[in-house]
């Protein structure tokens, strides 16, 4: 069977299974699964250390930097009510296809852009294909690891932190190449490519939820938010914290590799793209530690919180190792805390709405890296950049230890 007879619903159990190809192993197909986030994650955030020679190249503004980050944002958000529940009906790999597709036409749009509008195509046809991704991934780890669902969710927030904290260092590396702001993205689209090799060999497994005959155009029209009752509360913690969590992953990949490089008094693009990775690499590798308690998730929120207000510590007395200790402690706290809730909501959901449940979590997660990335932009154009860091510092961090006031409460009922 091919991709587009899995588009087109026809996928009948015993078609899936007498279909030729690669029947991977367990091993084989997580690692796939893993990678495939992981790839698409870094190509959109290869371009954070090079916003600052874009914006000198073209001419731009701070707030056409945002614009151009938040239109990934936005077309991710988008792309996960509009088609988040699909892999649960066309099947993970015919999904993850797709989105491997829509990744390449992206970092070519973005690689080769000459305007603002060029970069936010290229952005927008990046956040789709993560959008594509993020649901169907997720739920292949936990099909494929249905009795280990805590270490399904620490292989999601893995490939996830670390996909988008390799980004913003590849891009400061592969930028030393001739032509910097397009090598980063000719290089990605190669191994993007590359991908594609085994997604079409792969042997599809059958969809969880696949439609009846004549109603596929059904199956995947956007659908209502529909949390059940059980998982409600756990729902809406986990949509809280990602979208703390992430309003301040968006800040370290859209203006904050020019306020590192205010401390450190140097303008490497490598080293910029290092600093603004700290945060992601931090919360990927916490995922690893094998720490456990009741109170896991206020305290996570609170190193989050004192972070924040160390960071922008750390730029009044322009001290470079107290910026990378909070973006180090900012990291851990938040993939810690993170994992906590994400793995709660994801345990309390049935398996045939997972992929549409977690990709509903992210859509008001991803929202954190739109709207208060927008707003700082704005600032930093009418203020300056050290006063709009100090704007979002202060209600971020606020808001850190209110919710995690919140969850010691929730914990203790």
Not at 334 to 348: C, L, S, T
Request: proline share 6%; hydrophobic share 55%.
């Amino acid at each position: 069977m091919t991709v587009f007879g899995e588009l087109r619903m026809s996928a009948a159990l015993p078609d899936a299974a007498s279909r030729r190809g690669w029947d991977a192993s367990v091993t084989a197909r997580l690692v796939l699964a893993g990678v495939v986030i992981f790839t698409l994650l870094v190509g959109a955030n290869l371009a954070t250390p090079l916003y600052a020679l874009l914006q000198a190249q073209l001419g731009l503004g701070p707030l056409a930097i945002t614009v151009a980050f938040s239109s990934y944002v936005l077309a991710l958000i988008s792309g996960l009510l509009l088609f988040g529940h699909w892999s649960d009906h066309i099947g993970r790999r015919a999904a993850l296809l797709l989105a491997v597709i829509t990744g390449l036409c992206g970092g070519i749009v973005f690689g080769t852009a000459d305007s603002l509008a060029g970069l936010c195509a290229g952005r927008a046809l990046q956040g789709l294909a993560v959008a594509l991704a993020t649901g169907a991934s997720s739920a292949a780890l936990r099909d494929l690891l249905p009795t280990r669902p805590e270490w399904a969710s620490r292989f999601t927030l893995l490939s996830s932190a670390g996909g988008v904290a390799a980004g913003p260092v590849l891009g400061g590396l592969l930028s030393l190449l001739p032509d910097p702001t397009r090598t980063p993205f000719l290089a990605h689209t190669a191994v993007l490519a590359t991908l594609l090799v085994p997604l079409f060999v792969l042997k599809a497994r059958p969809a969880v939820r696949p439609s009846v005959p004549g109603a596929a155009l059904t199956s995947l029209k956007p659908r209502r938010l529909a949390v059940s009752r059980e998982a409600r509360g756990s729902f809406w913690m986990a949509a809280s914290v990602g979208f703390l969590s992430f309003a301040v992953f968006g800040f370290c990949l859209s203006l904050a590799p020019g306020y590192f490089a205010s401390i450190v008094h140097a303008n490497s693009r490598p080293l910029v793209g290092l600093l603004a990775a700290l945060t992601l690499a931090s919360s990927a590798l916490s995922q690893l530690l094998p720490v456990r308690g009741r109170f896991l998730v206020p305290a996570g929120l609170a190193v989050l919180g004192c972070s924040l207000v160390l960071l922008a510590v750390a730029g009044t007395v322009q001290s470079p190792w107290l910026l990378v200790l909070a973006c180090l402690t900012a990291g851990a706290g938040q993939g810690v805390a993170f994992r906590v809730v994400f793995n709660e909501v994801a345990g309390k959901v049935e398996p045939a709405k997972h992929a549409q449940i977690i990709s509903a979590v992210y859509v008001i997660t991803y929202l954190g890296s739109a709207l208060p990335v927008l707003g700082l932009g704005a600032a930093a154009g009418s203020f300056g950049l050290p006063t709009a860091v100090l704007a979002f510092v202060a209600p971020a961090a606020t808001a850190c230890l209110a919710l995690a006031a919140l969850a010691l409460r929730r914990g203790r009922g």
